[in-house]
């Protein structure tokens, strides 16, 4: 799949997306063990979103190439590539605000793989070696969450069955 930068944009597992089209919203759903992490540039107003599923591309080096956002350390590059492209050029570091979501264990009850848990701290690792972090997380737990990312406020709405949503 090619990256998305379109106004409206629905990423699956692995698929990354960036906008900077007035009215622009990036929307992922159902993120259990797999993360969100969203990149929002104060400097361009361009965003960007990442539905990362597993820590570490060298498991599958193929499925990287055809679907680095599947993964945190080539999804995470990818990303900021794409939101270079779309934007022309990203701000400095200090201008962008990074948000993540997700990193639930929700189908490992005796936490034996504790993929959710890996996606949070690879992410964290990969943001690190480009003099970046999040200032907000939504992480862990054991429920599911759907991120709707709006460009015009900025605003990161969570989603969960059960509960009223909230803003990250």
Not at 32 to 37: F, Q, V
Not at 52 to 70: C, F, H, M, N
Not at 126 to 142: C, N, R, T
Request: charged share 20%.
């Amino acid at each position: 799949m090619q990256p998305n930068t379109s106004a409206r944009i629905m990423l699956g597992v692995g698929d990354y997306g960036a906008t900077k089209e007035q009215g622009g919203v990036i929307r992922t759903m159902a993120l259990g063990s797999c993360i969100g992490l969203m990149i929002l540039d104060r400097g361009t107003r361009c965003v960007g979103m990442d539905h990362i599923a597993l820590p570490d591309s060298t498991v599958s080096p193929e499925r990287a190439k055809q679907l680095p956002g599947y993964f945190a350390d080539t999804g995470i590059p990818a990303l900021i590539d794409l939101m270079k492209r779309t934007a022309g050029s990203l701000s400095k570091p200090s201008n962008l605000i990074i948000k993540m979501a997700g990193g639930a264990n929700v189908a490992d009850p005796n936490n034996t793989f504790n993929i959710g848990k890996r996606n949070v701290l690879a992410a964290k690792k990969i943001l690190w070696q480009f003099g970046l972090g999040a200032i907000a997380e939504d992480v862990g737990g054991s429920h599911s969450r759907t991120v709707t990312l709006y460009r015009d406020s900025g605003r990161i709405i969570l989603s969960c069955p059960g509960r009223p949503d909230w803003e990250l």
